[in-house]
């Protein structure tokens, strides 16, 4: 009798939440299917039972339900470009995180895991100086000794004949430069016979569980709980990436701040006397420094693959991007500053193309005006609402990017010749207050990376096709067929 009471009054509450969500929520009026604004197991079932496909159904509902939808019982989502900058507004315009989608980052005291405006604020005002303008630029040597380490592990592999694994040659890099500029020491990855790929793997596998870990956010703690021995033998991919990780945090945490050298590194800036105790505990530099090695590596080693493939399959794009470098890169041993490598324009449009195309982070990532009701075409979205945007559809519409599937640095160039500013548009760094704190550096890695490649070498790709840079699921980083992004080249003397 017990059971049945229980299970009645278990149907009249999902019936009444039910008519509640449809008829008398503050979000009942936003366009959307009905099953959406019901219940989360439509975004549970496209995105964990099969995964990854959420980001296509959005996609579709934007087609049939037009430029706002509600994609969940408590969240809308934006298709439209010029709203983007009201989602992720900055300035005075407050934008907490969404308290219930930061727990899958895995790092609750990272910044990128704090959820209100203001915690935000301390936690990346003490970063901001370590990845200002100024600050990279004073550190270019770095950046310029590991992509000259790059260059000289793909002149082996041309000169021994060998397939090279581009994807995993430049995550070597960037986690090289992100581990040496942000903590002192690189992992030492280019060095490495196989350029360190267990971090590839590993990287995949954590994206694997991003959107179970969204329903199930006690499993991102696991690996915390489970001793080293257990998860070397269950996942020992993602043990390399542990032991990686704690090395570079042991490191971190035994530098002195008074000793040489450790002036601008992660410890020194979260260790500041000046910051509030609980912003200086152990778990804060841990989740930090995880973060940014792990922010830092993956997206970087994407867009440089997402160009290195354009380059193989584009013959006429080389051609014209190595012309135009020889003006200020007259030999294959010269070398430019990013300032001067910025002014070249087709090279602009090169690495501006290949950002658009690998979309960094394809997850929708959403924002909550916490005393702000949003307009949106006589739409009003009330305080407190999660509102996302996709860079992944933003990057693919088609009113703003002509042909969008192709591969065309010279839109850049063209629209710069007609002062369109089509850089507003581009939002693999997010935008806003809470945009990607490590723009700078990413683009200086970008430049410099792109220009060396582009003028010593020619790719020709091996085992690679579009499919391969296709993406076909969306694990917050976008994934192909094989996975992550997975390019395989020959190298050869460009001419």
Request: some cysteine; overall charge positive; glycine content about 6%.
């Amino acid at each position: 009798m017990a059971l049945w009471l229980a299970l009645g009054a278990l149907a009249v509450y999902l019936l009444v939440r039910t008519v509640y969500r449809l008829r008398f929520h503050p979000l009942a009026d936003i366009p959307g299917p009905r099953l959406t604004a019901a219940t989360h197991l439509y975004e549970f079932l496209y995105n964990v039972v099969q995964p990854g496909v959420f980001l296509f159904e959005i996609e579709a509902m934007h087609r049939k339900y037009g430029p706002i939808v509600r994609i969940n019982p408590r969240e809308v989502h934006v298709s439209d470009p010029a709203f983007y900058h009201v989602i992720y507004a900055s300035g005075r315009r407050r934008r907490d995180k969404d308290p219930q989608f930061v727990p899958t980052y895995g790092l609750p005291d990272a910044m990128v895991a704090a959820v209100s405006h203001d915690q935000h604020r301390v936690r990346r005002a003490a970063l901001s100086d370590l990845f200002s303008r100024r600050a990279v630029v004073e550190r270019s040597g770095l950046v310029a000794e590991r992509v000259d380490r790059l260059m000289q592990r793909l002149a082996e592999a041309r000169d021994a004949g060998t397939v090279v694994s581009l994807d995993e040659a430049f995550t070597a890099m960037a986690s090289d430069v992100i581990t040496a500029y942000a903590c002192g020491r690189h992992w030492g990855s280019l060095d490495d016979e196989h350029f360190g790929s267990e971090v590839c793997r590993a990287t995949a596998d954590v994206m694997r569980f991003a959107h179970i870990s969204r329903f199930a956010p006690y499993l991102v703690a696991l690996p915390r709980l489970v001793s080293p021995r257990a998860m070397a033998l269950l996942m020992p991919a993602k043990a390399a990436l542990f032991r990686h990780l704690e090395a570079i945090f042991d490191h971190v945490r035994g530098t002195s701040r008074d000793a040489p050298g450790s002036s601008d590194t992660v410890i020194t800036a979260l260790t500041d006397p000046i910051l509030p105790p609980h912003e200086r505990s152990v778990s804060r530099l841990r989740d930090e420094t995880w973060a940014i090695v792990g922010a830092g590596t993956e997206t970087t080693a994407r867009v440089l693959t997402v160009a290195a493939y354009h380059l193989g399959r584009n013959p006429d794009v080389a051609r014209k991007l190595r012309a135009e470098l020889c003006t200020v890169l007259p030999e294959v041993d010269s070398t430019a500053s990013w300032a001067e490598l910025e002014q070249l324009p087709y090279l602009s449009g090169v690495v501006h193309e290949s950002l658009r195309l690998a979309y960094g982070l394809t997850g929708r990532l959403p924002r909550v005006a916490p005393t702000e009701a949003l307009q949106y075409k006589g739409f009003v979205i009330p305080p407190g609402t999660p509102v996302s945007s996709s860079s992944y559809i933003i990057h693919r519409d088609a009113s703003i990017f002509p042909d969008p599937e192709k591969y065309d640095p010279e839109r850049w160039v063209r629209a710069s010749n007609k002062g369109d500013h089509l850089k507003r548009y581009l939002t693999s760094f997010s935008k806003g207050s809470r945009s990607c704190i490590g723009i700078n550096l990413a683009y200086m890695e970008l430049f410099l990376t792109i220009a060396h490649l582009g003028r010593r070498f020619d790719l020709e790709l091996y085992d690679t096709g579009p499919e391969d840079v296709r993406i076909v699921r969306d694990m917050n980083m976008g994934f192909t067929r094989r996975g992550a992004v997975r390019v395989f080249a020959r190298v050869e003397s460009g001419m």
